[in-house]
């Protein structure tokens, strides 16, 4: 079995977005959601994308974007994603995938095996399903909340679209969490943090280490 690809999620400073790349992460993530911790401006996105030169994918997180937003970043930040994590519909992912000719990754929100059903309806309207751990109701923020999936429920689940494991992983648990699940890739942001949107270097390069050690 190949080695999980590796999602290293709300970077911010070039110092953080080098020691994903020299780690050799597949995919560097840009949240664009003030609420967050991690939330990062047009201009700072831009500049961290460029930055990232082709060596990684660039993926955009959007909570429920306006399309005005949405257009705007996009037509200044290279994205070579798009990931949704609010309440998004897959008619309005099938739509954005559409008009911005880009791949489309839809988040769910997992507490029980019901909820990862969900996944079905998005098949021809996103590419990728990102298996988040489901925050308590009223939170402020859909993920990045360091909650973890119980690993059990997708043990052996048939997955209707290629798929991606998150929440509360870190450089202890995620040799763990891929053996149980069988994540073909993972993406990981509280987990290599020293404080709440503050990325540490030393924690990428041991999250990429322990998934590659595998």
């Known amino acids: 079995m190949p080695a999980a690809k590796i999602k290293i999620c709300g970077l911010s400073t070039p110092e953080t ?5 020299k780690a ?17 401006g047009i201009e700072q996105a831009g500049a961290l994308a460029r930055r990232a030169g082709g060596q990684a994918g660039v993926v ?20 070579g994603v798009i990931q949704l994590h609010g309440k998004e519909s897959p008619v309005l992912a099938g739509r954005i995938r559409t008009e911005f000719g880009v791949e489309v990754w839809k988040a769910l929100g997992v507490r029980k095996r019901e909820d990862m059903l969900a996944a079905r309806d998005f098949v021809g309207a996103a590419d990728r399903i990102l298996y988040d751990a489901k925050p308590p109701e009223g939170a402020a923020l859909p993920g990045g909340t360091g909650l973890r999936i119980d690993w059990d429920l997708l043990k052996g689940a048939a997955h209707p679209l290629p798929w991606m494991l998150a929440g509360g992983l870190d450089p202890r648990n995620v040799a ?30 041991d999250f990429c280490n322990a998934v590659r050690a595998m």
């Open 17 to 21: 977005l080098d020691a994903a790349l």
């Open 176 to 205: 763990e969490a891929i053996s149980i699940t069988g994540a073909p890739a993972v993406d990981v942001s509280s987990g290599v943090e020293s404080a709440p949107g503050i990325k540490d270097a030393v924690r990428i390069t």
């Open 24 to 40: 050799r992460a597949d995919w560097i993530g840009l949240v664009f959601f003030p609420k967050s911790p991690r939330n990062v």
């Open 60 to 79: 955009g997180l959007f909570v429920d974007p306006e399309p005005d937003f949405l257009a705007a970043v996009m037509a200044q930040v290279p994205l």
